[in-house]
């Protein structure tokens, strides 16, 4: 595979520490440069191909944020060692870091999504082993990452072999609790663009698997039970769960297992 990009920047191995790498990439999507934090499990080997799941955080975070607020690589390290779930990747980029969040939408002179899309998992095949053109590729994500994340597994569907949210925002609208930037900045030339359902819609023939739950304390619970029941009624298959739980980390660390065992069950 010829490089994409003008500059790729990774890690150094002798300073990693718990099997995390770390990316930055220039991508004209970006007009700039993009980071990416990597999980990989040790002994990878240029022949492996390995799943790469894609996690995208919410508002106000950034690459380290599914690391460094939910331990994740750590959990999914000693499910992979204990034989609980197959050797995966993780890849956590960051949202492109445009105002409190990028909605994970093409807007202004960026594409948020094609970030996502494209250029995430064209950086991991170039430099990290285990990731390869045949890697099977799944995304999840938080609040506006589980917005993103089922947006884009949808939009993108035949990349994507299953799609999971956890907290969603299900429609842009409801981004304004959390971000100061006007809802202006966001809106698409078609208005499906901004909402999960209409996404979903548009790719029926084509979506892969999907999962999304929410705590049943959490300010977005109502609109996440609302597409559930929009789901129901146009024969969209799914899976909905509600825990107890609010919008936080203590949350989602523990029910980002539940995605992972979920894409496992899909290879």
């Not at 966001?186 to 979506?207: G, H, I, K, P």
Request: net charge negative.
């Amino acid at each position: 595979m010829m490089p994409r990009f003008k500059t790729l920047e990774i890690s150094n191995p002798l300073y990693e520490n718990s099997h995390l790498r770390f990316i930055t990439v220039k991508t004209p999507n970006l007009k700039g440069r993009g980071d990416i934090t990597v999980y990989a499990p040790a002994g990878l080997s240029s022949l492996d191909t390995l799943p790469i799941v894609i996690l995208l955080h919410g508002v106000y975070g950034s690459a380290w944020s599914w690391a460094y607020s939910s331990g994740v690589h750590l959990k999914l390290d000693e499910l992979i060692k204990s034989g609980e779930l197959p050797p995966m990747i993780l890849a956590m980029p960051s949202d492109g870091l445009w105002g409190d969040g990028s909605g994970y939408l093409p807007h202004g002179a960026y594409d948020f999504e094609k970030w996502i899309a494209e250029d995430v998992p064209d950086a991991l095949v170039e430099c990290i082993a285990g990731a390869t053109p045949e890697s099977p590729l799944f995304i999840s994500g938080l609040s506006m990452g589980g917005f993103g994340a089922m947006r884009i597994g949808a939009k993108y569907s035949p990349k994507f072999r299953a799609i999971s949210g956890h907290s969603s925002i299900t429609s842009l609208a409801q981004i304004k609790f959390f971000v100061e930037e006007s809802l202006k900045n966001y809106a698409q030339d078609n208005a499906a663009d901004e909402d999960v359902f209409e996404t979903f819609l548009r790719n029926r023939e084509s979506l892969p698997p999907i999962r999304f739950d929410c705590g049943t304390n959490d300010l977005l619970i109502n609109y996440n039970r609302s597409l559930h029941k929009k789901m129901e009624k146009a024969g969209i298959p799914h899976h909905f769960e509600e825990n107890p739980g609010s919008h936080e980390w203590a949350y989602w660390s523990k029910h980002i297992i539940s995605s992972l065992k979920f894409f496992a069950a899909t290879l």
